[in-house]
């Protein structure tokens, strides 16, 4: 894909979303069920659209709303239900939206006091609070938000009582009932009106917040950064977590200055990614050009995207981390500095680097491979047979201090924090850590590659079969596997994955646009890595057109 000319710019005033137009849009809009664009469809990262295109509208959240009530019912699930949000202007109106059908149907709702943004982790967090010790009256939660979407999406995410991502059971029973009931014109969606369900008594306020922030401490050494006075740059990018670092530094005692901190629904604040999209994606150097710019007047400095299940580590000596190289660090830090249980185990998606292998089999932990999306590690995290997940896409969550589960969904505020306490108890930043990394196991070279594909060649991954392959040799090296099966679950992956001693590729189609993505690596030069990406490309092409 080729750069746009002006990535990593501020956005002007033509690259602004019109959010009157938006939300209008979301309340107008009809929706066509025949029409397989505008029907629901949950991927890994639950419901996402846009109201312009009719594929995120109110018709969508009455039905994925009233598609919920009902799985709820079916699975037993009667405690309360917890929503939270995130700043996208859709996020808004669909929260409204959810909030009237829910209370509508007689669920008692939690939301955050003073009706205040609350960001994935904080959802997962305090699921896991509320039903610790409980045997009946199991909660749950939503979170409104398309993660780190441009402006104009909206996203709805469902976390069942376990508080991670729900996994596919649960989310393709809720997108058929939804589904059904779009092509009923919503006949069977029981609703109140904004102001029945703001005045019920079904509707309770909790400070979420308060509780997440003063707990922190069991899951960072917040002493140890406070007592290091680092000095600690974040890019809030007017996330549901905005409000949060001032009072994270007020409570521990830290020197934390903070960038657009005030919410802003179309994000006018943000630099353009690489497509000269506005995008809240704190893993792409683009959309982090202005914390980049002031990064040697901080020991760390971080951002989150805009529901803060996402993290971005800037270094004053390396700049912007990959988030392969960051994974890597955390995990190898994390082994040496918390007393976990030696049969704990440690989780990363199989597009993650194998430095993560090397380094989990230095520590002589189990390493379980999962498929892409963080619902594969949401169950193990709760179970507390799993230590640390985390994906190559900056999204990872681990267990606290005392070896119990944290958050079962992604939680950028406490890798952004553990990226502090590892200057503050090692004297490095992460960076730093990372390069004796590669001096000990060898400098690994990563990239993703999104190709140009079609419908019709996508649904060809289906037809992989990895015995059918007669694959010998990938760039000079011998194939030592083929696989369409994660190693950990023997889950199908959607693709292909083949590995060498030296380097492997994986190839999956992307779920939202007419592309797939090969993700690949090297630990023997970057040229070995573009070697190893043309043969990927070719061998992929020929595999799905055939």
């Not at 009923?184 to 969606?189: A, F, H, K």
């Not at 299940?309 to 392969?324: E, K, Q, S």
């Not at 590690?377 to 896409?393: M, V």
């Not at 194939?479 to 994986?506: E, Q, R, S």
Request: proline share 4%.
């Amino acid at each position: 894909m080729a750069l746009h000319p002006r990535a990593g710019q501020p956005a002007a005033a033509e690259d602004l979303t019109n959010i009157a137009q938006l939300v209008s849009a979301y309340f107008v809009n009809e929706v066509d069920p025949r029409n397989p664009q505008q029907q629901v469809k949950f991927g890994t990262s639950g419901h996402r659209g846009c109201a312009l295109t009719r594929s995120f509208n109110e018709a969508h959240i009455l039905a994925i709303s009233q598609a919920l009530v009902a799985y709820r019912e079916e699975q037993g699930i009667t405690g309360p239900l917890l929503l939270g949000r995130d700043t996208h202007a859709l996020s808004e109106a669909a929260y409204m939206t959810a909030l009237e059908v829910f209370i509508g149907n007689g669920i008692e709702v939690h939301i955050q006091t003073d009706d205040g943004y609350t960001p994935t982790p904080v959802i997962s967090h305090a699921i896991l609070r509320y039903n610790r010790g409980r045997t009946k009256d199991l909660c749950d939660g939503v979170v409104i938000t398309p993660s780190h979407n441009p402006p104009t999406d909206g996203g709805f995410k469902y976390n069942p009582p376990h508080g991670g991502p729900a996994d596919t059971d649960a989310t393709k029973t809720i997108e058929k009932y939804a589904n059904a009931l779009l092509s009923s014109e919503l006949m069977g969606v029981n609703a109140v009106s904004y102001a029945e369900a703001r005045a019920s008594k079904k509707l309770k306020q909790v400070d979420w917040r308060k509780t997440y922030i003063e707990s922190l401490h069991e899951v960072i050494d917040m002493q140890a950064i406070a007592d290091a006075k680092l000095r600690i740059g974040v890019d809030a990018m007017g996330g549901a977590g905005a409000g949060y670092w001032a009072l994270i530094a007020e409570h521990y005692g830290l020197n934390i200055e903070v960038h657009h901190a005030d919410v802003d629904a179309s994000f006018r604040f943000m630099s353009l990614d690489k497509d000269g999209k506005i995008r809240m994606d704190c893993s792409s150097p683009y959309a982090m050009a202005s914390l980049l710019k002031l990064k040697d007047q901080y020991d760390i400095a971080v951002g989150n995207d805009p529901d803060y299940d996402r993290h971005g580590i800037v270094t004053p000596t390396h700049g912007l981390m990959n988030p392969n190289h960051y994974l890597a660090v955390a995990i190898d830090y994390l082994c040496q500095h918390r007393s976990w249980k030696p049969e704990l185990a440690i989780g990363k998606t199989l597009v993650s680097s194998a430095m993560i292998d090397r380094v989990v089999a230095k520590h002589q932990r189990q390493l379980r491979e999962m498929p892409v999306g963080f619902k594969w590690f949401a169950q193990e995290l709760f179970a507390g047979t799993t230590a640390f997940g985390g994906e190559e896409s900056a999204g990872a969550s681990f267990l606290d201090r005392a070896g119990q589960a944290w958050s079962t969904d992604k939680d950028g505020i406490i890798l952004a924090l553990l990226a502090a306490e590892i200057c503050a108890k090692t004297g490095k930043n992460p960076s730093q850590y990372y390069d004796e990394l590669c001096a000990e196991y060898g400098t690994a070279y990563y990239k993703r590659i999104d190709v140009a594909s079609s419908t019709e060649m996508n649904a060809g991954f289906g037809n992989i079969r990895a015995y059918k392959l007669k694959l010998t040799e990938l760039a000079g090296d011998a194939v030592t596997a083929i696989t369409t099966k994660a190693p950990a679950n023997d889950a199908l992956i959607g693709g292909v994955k083949v590995t060498t001693a030296n380097g492997w590729f994986a190839a999956r189609p992307s779920g939202t646009e007419p592309v797939y993505k090969i993700y690949c690596e090297s630990f023997v030069s970057a040229e070995h890595l573009d070697e190893l990406a043309e043969q990927a490309q070719q061998l992929v092409t020929s595999w799905v057109q055939a």
